[in-house]
């Protein structure tokens, strides 16, 4: 039994499959192909942080490939209420099929999954949001190939999606130049544990110039609303807008995992510009998730 909590769960090779099966079934679904390997199965969804498009996708894909799913608010159940982690896990997978968990603390999904019977997804932990980039790479290998050899530029804080950017560089065979704030870099225990090309720096120019790829993400992330002031002087920066992104290559496309701030991280001629494949990458996270789903249940 597998589950992904990381990105490094699962083999280089494995990854690129599951990136190439997600366009497969994006091509079915487009075609109007009947595809239903989970039929009866039921996917069991714990938010304790909300969401738009993990909620949308991982439903449409269970209801989609056959099956059903369940969505369990902290506010609604025994966890909330102080239940421990290990007790929920084992009542939980021993009813449904496969647990997805969209949390706060990473330890919590690792806990879950070490006393769950069933598969469990990590749909983002304030480390890691490995589903978000399944969809991106789905959408940077669509758009312009492997990405093995190219260049990613990270622009932003050093939080959970940069984190997963480290674990896709070493997974996918991609450089990735860093350009965070003196105080908001990546964990350093993410960098030691990563066999990947990595520049870290706190410039901006430095970071994009060249780069294939170019992502960024909000300066203040769910749970930091209070710092939003703080973080508005610290990343003043490091916005990517259209002189950053000239530095880049020529053909290099933006990304970002949404919501977006126009004016902030973002300027909105970027986001709304030809290089930007936000929405592509935004609707990917369906595609990606069934890959993702088959993978660990059919």
């Known amino acids: 039994m597998k589950h992904f909590l990381t990105l490094r769960d699962l083999t280089p090779s494995e990854l690129t499959r599951l990136v190439e099966r997600a366009t497969e079934l994006k091509k079915m679904q487009q075609q109007g192909e009947v595809y239903e390997p989970l039929k009866n199965k039921v996917l069991a969804m714990i938010f304790e942080k909300s969401s738009t498009r993990t909620r949308v996708s991982f439903e449409s894909a269970m209801i989609q490939f056959g099956g059903g799913s369940i969505f369990l608010s902290p506010h609604d159940t025994q966890l909330g209420r102080g239940e421990p982690v290990e007790d929920s896990a084992r009542v939980i997978s021993s009813m449904v099929d496969v647990v997805m968990i969209r949390t706060f603390e990473h330890r919590k999904v690792e806990t879950f999954a070490k006393y769950s019977s069933v598969p469990v997804i990590n749909a983002l932990t304030d480390e890691f949001h490995p589903c978000q980039l399944l969809a991106d790479m789905q959408t940077y290998f669509e758009q312009r190939g492997d990405i ?31 350009a965070a704030p003196a105080g908001y870099e990546p964990q350093q225990s993410v960098i030691d544990a990563a066999d990947a090309e990595l520049f870290i720096c706190h410039d901006p120019k430095a970071a994009v110039s060249n780069a294939d790829l170019v992502v960024t993400d909000v300066w203040a992330s ?3 609303e209070e710092e939003q002031r703080k973080r508005e002087a610290a990343f003043a920066d490091f916005q990517v807008n259209s002189a950053l992104m000239a530095l880049a290559d020529n053909d290099a496309l933006f990304m970002h995992c949404l919501p977006a701030h126009r004016g902030e991280e973002v300027s909105a001629e970027v986001i709304d510009g030809p290089q930007s494949v936000v929405w592509q990458e935004a609707e990917n996270r369906l595609h990606a998730q069934k890959a993702l789903l088959e993978l660990l249940c059919a």
Not at 162 to 173: D, E, L, P, R
């Open 148 to 178: 093995r050899g190219k260049t990613v530029a990270w622009v932003g804080d050093g939080n959970n999606m940069c984190h997963s950017y480290i674990n896709a560089a070493q997974q996918f065979g991609f450089k990735l130049n860093i």
């Open 222 to 224: 769910m749970g930091q």
